[in-house]
């Protein structure tokens, strides 16, 4: 079955960088869109960022858009999200997502990881 | 700036219908919006429940149901049961591959 796993988390200050990783299993990685979505704490769900199956096309939130990069390494079934000048505002459970093409370059949140923690905090 | 709107909270009683709304600030959302339904319990990752208006995710009972009714997405739980009692979150497809939360619905069930 579909699983995703992510990594990297932790804390970090503020201006600084991290990188989250989500190692996918159970379905052919190559031909999946891959999301990530946030959950700040105590808060509710804001999407990220979305990642083609090849790379080729990507899309951000305008709150992070400029200072995170999302990117896939088909042959090791992994996505990544490079965070960079975090702000506490940042801080939140970071979702890996399985996309699901519905129409034409439209692909929604199918199947979630368990997530990654992100602090930033001085 | 583009607001999904959904209840903050609502309750239903054991074996009682209830139907949760997602709408947007300025404008209506119709099927072109492509509205998802997400359920969370706490300390759990998000499950999905509906995509694309009305289509089930694999394994979600048919109690679940969505719809557009008027200018708004809807989620409609029949026969609600004690394991209902979660977050529920719409999302809405805004275009050019950007996706928009609501704020979510807390579920009481009693």
């Known amino acids: 079955q579909v699983q995703l796993v992510e990594s990297g988390g932790g804390v970090v200050q503020p201006g600084g960088s991290l990188r989250l990783s989500c190692e996918a299993s159970g379905f052919t990685f190559n031909i999946y869109g891959m999301h990530w979505v946030r959950q700040a704490p105590g808060k509710g769900l804001e999407w990220v960022t979305f990642?083609?199956?090849?790379?080729?096309?990507?899309d951000y939130a305008d709150s992070v858009k400029g200072r995170f990069t999302i990117s896939r390494d088909n042959s090791k079934n992994t996505l990544y999200l490079q965070m960079n000048s975090l702000r506490v505002e940042d801080t939140a459970v970071y979702y890996c997502a399985k996309g699901k093409k519905i129409a034409d370059k439209i692909y929604y949140v199918d199947v979630w990881g368990k997530g990654a923690t992100v602090t930033v905090s001085s | 700036q583009t607001v999904v709107t959904q209840e903050p909270s609502f309750s239903v009683s054991p074996g009682g219908t209830v139907t949760l709304t997602c709408g947007l600030n300025?404008?209506?959302?119709?099927?072109?919006?492509?509205p998802g339904w997400y359920q969370q319990t706490p300390g759990q990752a998000p499950r999905t429940l509906i995509h694309?208006?009305?289509s089930r995710s694999s394994g979600v009972p048919d109690r679940f149901s969505g719809s557009i009714l008027g200018n708004k997405a809807a989620l409609t739980i029949t026969g609600a049961q004690a394991d209902d009692e979660s977050d529920y979150y719409c999302v809405l497809y805004m275009g050019s591959g950007i996706w928009v939360f609501g704020g979510g619905t807390k579920l009481t069930v009693l």
């Open positions: 990642i083609r199956y090849d790379g080729g096309d990507k």
């Open positions: 694309s208006t009305n």
């Open positions: 300025s404008g209506s959302v119709s099927t072109g919006s492509y």
